[in-house]
């Protein structure tokens, strides 16, 4: 029974990895771009979320997604449209990996300047500790939202990219940058709203992350490698990929956590190195 | 005059791809562009859509010069490419392609039962996606895309290479509609016999120069040879 518990936190717990893998992985599919600040930004949310808690206390916790979404889509978009777009006129693909690399390192001391290195905590009354009991199985009640939260917004993109002009008009862009000018749409434009969205489901992930854990500044850098780790597994650009991804991380990093308290994401990577010898193209990742 | 283009040049990093062109297109007239491999029709057509990198000279259309504006720009303005190699959006059906052509939501004849009528065969074929359907059929989705925009001018590079010959017999014969509602076309093509019947006016390339120009149906084939290839 313990290890069914284990395996079912695993999954919920992969739910919140999906979450962080999904917003890296729709930069990538569409700019081309690794965005080495998605952590960052995965515990800038975080603390926005404290932020806005603090000014309204009384709120349900997860009705925070709404704030927390709004302000992290208008700093994504204005992150692309002033800075990115630059950096992809260098010929040299690096210029935009290296911007991002520099600016995770300054947005990370800057929140280090700024709200120290203590953990913080939001609180949120009785509701992080609230469970429900299905055959003698404990479930955290925030673990399974953060799960059916991840699942609604997957849908959610999906039905944006599939069945909405805008979301046409992305799929293009990922085709071909250039033959879309030809219809009249400017590609950067396009990657200002990518990036947003990216950002505003990071910052979901942050807010859920914030409201499972302690977190400190360092908290989106230390899961940067799982966010990566999850789209490379998904396939890049596969967004259910990344999903089965984190699942598949989370169960491994619960299980061994079981084995041995101290293993910590050891078992996960472990998961993902014997999974990159197996199925070097992802899951779902036959594109090239 | 719709288009005139004047001295324009075009390089890629320090080779000149074009010297001095010189042309113009008159509103519902079709041009001809041949010339051999590497001769800078490509590059000629990629300077109008605003696609080419390093260039000068000046190009009206419209009476207003382009030269410096961006391809997107462009594009609204009415002039639009079928690019070289039809470069349909593989992730999108072939509905899903003919929409993004109509995404510079310019007003005109052309609209998505217009394209259906024309090509009858993308209706039925409308939920596929490009890489099924046959490299004619994906030159008509081509086409289809660029009247979407119901461009004045329409730029076709060599949207029958490699096709088999009923499928660029359909093409062509689309041409003629597409006139009769007001679209100037200049076509590049290598088929030389092919090109001086379907237009009314023929400019040869070579070498990044125009070595011939002139009616279509008076032109020397003697002459048109040596212009081709420089003999």
Redesign the interface.
């Known amino acids: 029974m313990v290890w069914v518990e284990t395996i079912i936190n695993g999954v919920l717990l992969g739910g919140l990895y999906g979450l962080f893998g999904v917003g890296l992985a729709l930069v990538f599919g569409v700019t081309r771009i690794v965005n080495i600040m998605h952590g960052e930004f995965i515990a800038l949310s975080a603390f926005i979320a404290l932020g806005i808690s603090g000014l309204f206390p009384d709120v349900h916790p997860l009705l925070l997604i709404l704030p927390v979404v709004v302000v992290s889509f208008a700093l994504g978009y204005a992150l692309q449209a002033l800075l990115v777009n630059r950096s992809m006129r260098f010929p040299d693909p690096l210029a935009p990996l290296l911007l991002t690399f520099g600016l995770s390192v300054i947005v990370r001391n800057l929140m280090i300047e700024g709200f120290g290195v203590n953990p913080r905590t939001i609180r949120q009354g009785d509701f992080g500790r609230l469970s429900v009991d299905v055959f003698g199985i404990h479930i955290g009640v925030l673990p399974l939202a953060t799960l059916a939260l991840a699942i609604v917004l997957f849908i959610a993109l999906q039905l944006v990219l599939r069945r909405t002009e805008i979301g046409r008009i992305v799929r293009a862009t990922a085709d071909n940058s250039e033959v879309v000018r030809l219809m009249g749409v400017r590609p950067s434009s396009v990657y200002n709203i990518v990036m947003g969205l990216s950002f505003a489901l990071a910052g979901v992930a942050g807010l859920m992350l914030a409201l499972r854990t302690t977190f400190t500044p360092f908290s989106g850098v230390e899961r940067l490698l799982i966010s990566f780790e999850v789209v490379v597994m998904g396939g890049l650009g596969s967004f259910w990929g990344a999903m089965l991804g984190g699942i598949a991380l989370g169960v491994a990093q619960l299980i061994g956590l079981r084995l041995n308290s101290n293993s910590g994401f050891l078992y996960a990577n472990l998961v993902f190195l014997a999974f990159i010898m197996l199925r070097p193209n992802g899951l779902f990742g036959a594109r090239t | 005059m719709l288009l005139e283009a004047m001295n324009v040049d075009a390089f890629y990093g320090d080779l000149q791809a074009l010297h001095g062109v010189t042309l113009h297109v008159d509103a519902a007239e079709s041009v001809a562009l041949v010339g051999a491999n590497g001769a800078g029709k490509t590059t000629f057509l990629r300077c109008i ?3 080419a990198e390093q260039k000068s000279g000046a190009i009206y259309f419209d009476g207003s010069n382009i030269a410096g504006l ?4 462009i ?2 303005l009415g002039i ?2 079928a ?1 070289e190699g039809r ?1 349909l ?4 059906t072939v509905e ?1 392609n003919l ?3 109509g ?2 939501r310019r007003r005109g004849y052309w609209d998505l039962q217009r394209v259906y009528q024309l090509f009858p065969l993308l209706a039925e074929r409308r939920v596929q996606m490009p890489n099924t359907l046959s490299g004619g059929q994906q030159g008509l989705v081509a086409i289809g ?1 660029a009247l979407m ?1 119901n461009p004045s001018l329409l730029l076709c590079d060599e949207i029958s290479l490699g096709l088999a010959p009923v499928a660029i017999d359909q093409i062509y014969a689309s041409f003629a509609r597409i006139r009769d509602e007001g679209t100037a076309i200049v076509l590049v093509e290598q088929d030389v016999k092919r090109a001086s019947s379907a237009t009314n006016r023929i400019y040869c390339l070579l070498e990044g120069r125009v070595t011939l120009q002139g009616v279509s149906q008076e032109i020397n084939a003697e002459k048109l040879t040596r212009a081709y290839f420089g003999t």
């Open positions: 859509a605003g696609l961006p391809a997107e720009t594009a609204r639009v490419l690019p470069m959006f593989p992730s999108l899903e929409l993004m052509g995404l510079s895309r925009a």
